[in-house]
C-alpha cells in the first residue's frame, strides 16, 4: 500500500474479535506502522458477517482513552495514586494478602469479577489458578447478579449448569421474547451478533416476533406484537401458558415420558397456574394468554426465550425454569427452529465438570447462608461479609475488570464497605467508582494485544463456530496481558496455571511454562471436532484454526437433548423440590397489584456495557441518557413533570432524578438505565463525570434475592416518586 504522497507504508490488516459484549463480532483491524488507525466489520467473519455493533467501531476510542490507566499505581497516604512498578506491586501485594490469610484465614480475602473476564479465554483458563492458590470461598462476580437463576434452573432440570439451551434463531417461525432486548444487546446467554437483522429475517421469512415486556423496548419496536406485563410476574404468564397447553391435550405425554420424570407432579403444582388465575396478578387477560400458548403450539416451529426481566426478578430461577418447561412441554427442546443446544468446538461443559465449576448450592455464606452457583457466592452478601466480624470476616477484596459499587444492590452500601478493607487490589484500566479504593490499581493491556478463542459462549451461541484470532499488536514492554498479571498474583500466593500445585511446582522446576493457548489447544484437539491428537485425524487443532483467519463454520445447531441431560438416566427432572416450592410460593401471591404501586425496572443502551464505557465521547451519546421513564397517566397523577427533576425513593435510597414522560413505559412501573453515576470521578474519568446521572443500583435492595440461587432482584423493585418541593 503507498500513501498520498507515493512512499510506501506499512499498512495491513488484521482481523480480530471484539470483546466488549458476548456477542463477539468480527473486527477488521487496520495497522500502520504497528499501530491501530481504523477498525471495522470483518465481512468474512463466520459468526457476525460483516456486523458490528457503534462499541466495537469505536474500540480504538477506547484503547487510547487519555484517562486511560497504563502503568501500575499505588495508593498514597493523601489518598492519591502514585506509579510503581509491576515487581514492586507484586511484592507488596503478595506480602500484605499473604499476610492477612495468615493473620485471618483464607476467606478474609474475597475476590469480585467483572464481565469483561467472562469474554476473554485466557482469563477464565487462568481464574482457577488464583482460585486454588487463594483457597477462598469469598469469590463472587457479575454472575450472580443477572445469570445464577439461569445456570441453578439448568442444573436442576438438566444436571449441569453448562446446559443452556438458546432459540434457535435463524429457523424459528415463532419468538416469544420474554424481558430481553437482543436489538440491543445481541444476545445475553444467546450469543447472537447482529440480533437486530436475525429477527428482521425471521419476519421476512413469514414467522412471528412476540415481545413481553414492562417497555416497549428497541426489539419490541420491531416486533409483530408487543405485550406490556407487570414486572415480576413472567413465571406466572409462562406458567399458565404451559397449563394451558396441558389441560387442552396439546402435550404429547408418551413422548415427554421417555425422556423426563415427574411429569404428573409437575401437571400438579401447574394446577393454581390457570389463564383466569394469573390475569388479575400479571395485568393480562386470560384470554391474551391462551392464545399465547395456542400460537405457541400452532406454528410449525416455535421457540420462548427469556433475559433480564426475569432473570433478576424475585422469582427468578422459577421463571427460567418455567421458559424451558414451555419449551419443553411443547416439544420444542431439542428440535430444530426450537430451543436448542450448542455443540462448541471447545467442550465447555465438559471442563466446567472436570475442574468442579459445574454446580450449586455446594456450600454458603457465612452471615446470610446464600448458596453459590457455579463456583460464585452472590455478590449480595459482599457488604455484610465485610462488616460483620468473627471467623471468615472478609479483610481484603481482589477486583477483576468490576465496577460492584455502580453494579451491585445497594451501592451506596458497598461504598462505605470497601473504605473498611484493610487492603483492596484491583485490576482495571480506570479510577472508578469502585477502584478508587484500591491499594494497588493494575492495569491490563489492549484487548487486541492478546490472541482470541471462542471459549464460554460459544456454548450460548445460535450457530457452531470457532475462531482463533492472533494479538493485532505486541504489548509494551512494561505492559502486561489481564492473564498474566492474574497468573503473577496466582504464582505469587503458591499456585499455578494447573491448580494443582505438585504438578506445578514439577513444571516449575522443569521450567517448562504453560500458557492459557497450551490449555485451550489441548481443549480443542480433545473436543468434538477435535483432531484427538492422532496425526492422520482431519478434526481441528491449533494449527489449523490459527489458519483460518475468519474462523471455522461449525453449521447449525445440532438437533437431540440428550448428550446435553447430565441426571440418572440422562432424564431431566420436572419437578424438583426447589421449583415445586418456589410454585407453591408464587401460587399463593396470584393477587392484583395495589391501585399506586411503582416498579422500578432497568434498562441498557446500546452504546453503553455496564458502567465502563461512558468516558468514551463518541459513545457518550446526548440521546441515551441517564433519564427515569414515566408513564404519562403516572405523571399527571403524582404531579411529576416532563425534563424536570424528581425524588425517588425505594427501601434503602432516596435522591433526586431527571424525568421523561414517555408512553413507551407501563402505567404503574418507571425505568432507569443501568451503570451511570460518575460525576464524583472528576479529573478521574472526564468525560463520564461530565454525563453524571445517577445508579440505579442505589436505589436496588441487597436484602431482596431469589430464594433459590440467591440472585439480586434488579427488576420489579418497589419505589415511590415524587415531586421536588418548589
Not at 78 to 94: M, P, R, Y
Not at 272 to 299: H, S
Request: aromatic share 6%; hydrophobic share 40%.
Amino acid at each position: 500500500m503507498e500513501r498520498s504522497n507515493g512512499s510506501k507504508t506499512a499498512t495491513s490488516e488484521h482481523y480480530h474479535v471484539c470483546l466488549l459484549c458476548e456477542a463477539g463480532c468480527g473486527l477488521a483491524v487496520t495497522m500502520d506502522e504497528g499501530r491501530p488507525v481504523s477498525v471495522r466489520p470483518n465481512p468474512k467473519d463466520v459468526t457476525s458477517n460483516g456486523y458490528i455493533c457503534p462499541k466495537g467501531a469505536h474500540l480504538l476510542g477506547i484503547e487510547g482513552d487519555p484517562d486511560r490507566l497504563s502503568t501500575p499505581l499505588r495508593r498514597t497516604a493523601d489518598g492519591g495514586f502514585e506509579a510503581v512498578s509491576w515487581a514492586q506491586a507484586f511484592d507488596d501485594i503478595a506480602e500484605r494478602l499473604g499476610s492477612i490469610q495468615r493473620s485471618h484465614g483464607k476467606d478474609a480475602v474475597a475476590v469480585y469479577m467483572g464481565t469483561v473476564f467472562a469474554h476473554k479465554y485466557s482469563t477464565l483458563l487462568v481464574l482457577n489458578a488464583l482460585r486454588q492458590a487463594l483457597g477462598t470461598r469469598n469469590w463472587m462476580g457479575v454472575a450472580s447478579l443477572d445469570s445464577s437463576a439461569r445456570f441453578a434452573a439448568a442444573h436442576l432440570l438438566y444436571g449441569s449448569t453448562m446446559s443452556i439451551s438458546v432459540p434457535d434463531l435463524d429457523r424459528t417461525d415463532y419468538l416469544l421474547c420474554i424481558g430481553a432486548n437482543p436489538v440491543v444487546s445481541n444476545g445475553s446467554m444467546m450469543t447472537a451478533p447482529n440480533a437486530k437483522g436475525r429477527l428482521r429475517a425471521l419476519r421476512q421469512r413469514g414467522g412471528k416476533l412476540v415481545v413481553v415486556d414492562p417497555r416497549r423496548s428497541e426489539t419490541a419496536a420491531i416486533a409483530d406484537e408487543h405485550i406490556s406485563i407487570r414486572p415480576g410476574t413472567d413465571a406466572a404468564l409462562v406458567l399458565a401458558m404451559a397449563h394451558y397447553l396441558v389441560h387442552h391435550d396439546r402435550v404429547d405425554r408418551r413422548d415427554l415420558g421417555r425422556h423426563t420424570r415427574g411429569l404428573d407432579d409437575i401437571v400438579a403444582a401447574l394446577d393454581p397456574f390457570t389463564p383466569d388465575a394469573v390475569e388479575p396478578f400479571a395485568g393480562l387477560p386470560a384470554g391474551t394468554i391462551a392464545r399465547l400458548a395456542t400460537e405457541f403450539a400452532d406454528a410449525p416451529t416455535s421457540v420462548a426465550y427469556s433475559r433480564m426481566g426475569p432473570s433478576t426478578a424475585r422469582y427468578a430461577t422459577l421463571a427460567c425454569y418455567a421458559v424451558e418447561l414451555l419449551n419443553i412441554v411443547a416439544g420444542r427442546l431439542g428440535r430444530v427452529g426450537g430451543a436448542m443446544f450448542a455443540t462448541p468446538a471447545v467442550d465447555v461443559a465438559r471442563l466446567a465438570r472436570l475442574t468442579g465449576a459445574d454446580g450449586r448450592g455446594r456450600y454458603t455464606s457465612r452471615v446470610r447462608g446464600l448458596p453459590e452457583t457455579v463456583g460464585e457466592l452472590p455478590s449480595v452478601v459482599l457488604a455484610e461479609e465485610i462488616e460483620t466480624p468473627g471467623d471468615g470476616q472478609v479483610r481484603a477484596l481482589i477486583t477483576c475488570a468490576g465496577n460492584p459499587v455502580r453494579a451491585v444492590p445497594n451501592g451506596t452500601r458497598i461504598d462505605r464497605a470497601l473504605a473498611e478493607l484493610d487492603f483492596m487490589v484491583s485490576i482495571d484500566v480506570y479510577v472508578n467508582e469502585t477502584t478508587r479504593h484500591a491499594d494497588y490499581i493494575l492495569p491490563p493491556a489492549s484487548t487486541l494485544a492478546e490472541d482470541h478463542v471462542d471459549f464460554f459462549f460459544a456454548n450460548m451461541a445460535v450457530h457452531d463456530a470457532v475462531r482463533w484470532s492472533q494479538p493485532a499488536l505486541a504489548p509494551g514492554p512494561e505492559q502486561r496481558l489481564d492473564w498474566q498479571i492474574v497468573l503473577e498474583l496466582a504464582e505469587r500466593m503458591g499456585g499455578g496455571i494447573m491448580a494443582m500445585r505438585p504438578l506445578d511446582a514439577l513444571l516449575r522446576a522443569l521450567r517448562i511454562r504453560i500458557t492459557p493457548a497450551h490449555l485451550a489447544g489441548w481443549a480443542l484437539r480433545m473436543g468434538p471436532y477435535g483432531d484427538h491428537f492422532l496425526p492422520w485425524s482431519k478434526g481441528l487443532n491449533p494449527r489449523k484454526l490459527q489458519a483460518a483467519p475468519h474462523g471455522v463454520d461449525l453449521g447449525p445447531l445440532k438437533p437431540g437433548v440428550r448428550r446435553r441431560v447430565y441426571h440418572r438416566g440422562r432424564r431431566i427432572q420436572l419437578a424438583p423440590a426447589l421449583i415445586v416450592e418456589q410454585m407453591r410460593a408464587l401460587a399463593g401471591e396470584l393477587a392484583p397489584a395495589p391501585s399506586d404501586e411503582l416498579l422500578l425496572i432497568g434498562r441498557r443502551h446500546l452504546k453503553a456495557s455496564n458502567s465502563w464505557l461512558h468516558n468514551v465521547a463518541p459513545l457518550a451519546s446526548k440521546r441515551e441518557r441517564c433519564e427515569l421513564l414515566v408513564h404519562p397517566s403516572d405523571a399527571e397523577r403524582l404531579g411529576i413533570a416532563d425534563g424536570g427533576p424528581a425524588i425517588l425513593e425505594s427501601r434503602v435510597h432516596r435522591g433526586p432524578v431527571d424525568v421523561r414522560v414517555s408512553a413507551d413505559i407501563r402505567p404503574g412501573v418507571v425505568s432507569l438505565p443501568h451503570g451511570f453515576g460518575h460525576a464524583a470521578l472528576g479529573e478521574r474519568q472526564r468525560v463520564a463525570a461530565r454525563r453524571g446521572g445517577v445508579s440505579a443500583n442505589d436505589w436496588t435492595d441487597d436484602a431482596e434475592v431469589d430464594s433459590i440461587a440467591g440472585q439480586s432482584v434488579l427488576n420489579g423493585v418497589p419505589v415511590r416518586l415524587s415531586p421536588i418541593a418548589g
